[in-house]
């Protein structure tokens, strides 16, 4: 993840986002393969500590947690963490716990779903609406997004906020950024 951010620093948004699709593609397609199984970031057996769960699946947290935060929140929540961790060692639930008091706000269903938990997440979208708001041509769009785990099993992890890609139907493209409510 450290490589994604240096990208993103010194190329730019977009060099980030390349890299971040490609870890993730890496993950959907191979780490179950490369680890042997389905495994959380925390707690790994002791023969994966360095595999495609930690390193490739743990960058997707920190990318999700990013963004879930937003970078105001985000990058002051770990220097505090940093600060007060330095030269020790830290639990996960230490580590939920102080991002969870800076950013005031309860990171408790986000931790066990992307660190605590085996597999990954499937974002659906299950249908769409869209509306017209002004004579111009303007849409309000409501997306229908369902959050699943891998096992089947329906995951919730409110107010998470992620990126949507829009393509108008003359080729234009508007990047917004959503909020899953529930």
Known sequence: WSEALFAQHIYGDSAYRRQMA?????????????DKGYHAIAGVP????????VYDKGALAAHTLRTHLTDEVFFPAIQKYMQTFKFGNA???????SLSRYARTNLRPFIEGWVL???????KLD??????????GQHRVTLHIRQQALNGKTF???????????????GQR????IMLTR
């Open 156 to 170: 919730c992890c409110p107010n998470t906020r992620m990126d949507v890609l829009l393509f108008g139907k003359n």
């Open 127 to 136: 249908s769409f609406t869209t509306r017209p708001v002004t004579a111009s």
């Open 117 to 123: 938990t085996g597999g990954h997440y499937h974002i």
């Open 174 to 177: 508007w990047c917004r950024k």
């Open 22 to 34: 490609n870890i993730q593609s890496k993950v959907l397609r191979g780490a179950h393969i490369q």
């Open 46 to 53: 002791d023969d994966i500590t360095y595999g495609s769960t």
């Open 91 to 97: 639990t996960t639930q230490q580590f939920c716990d």
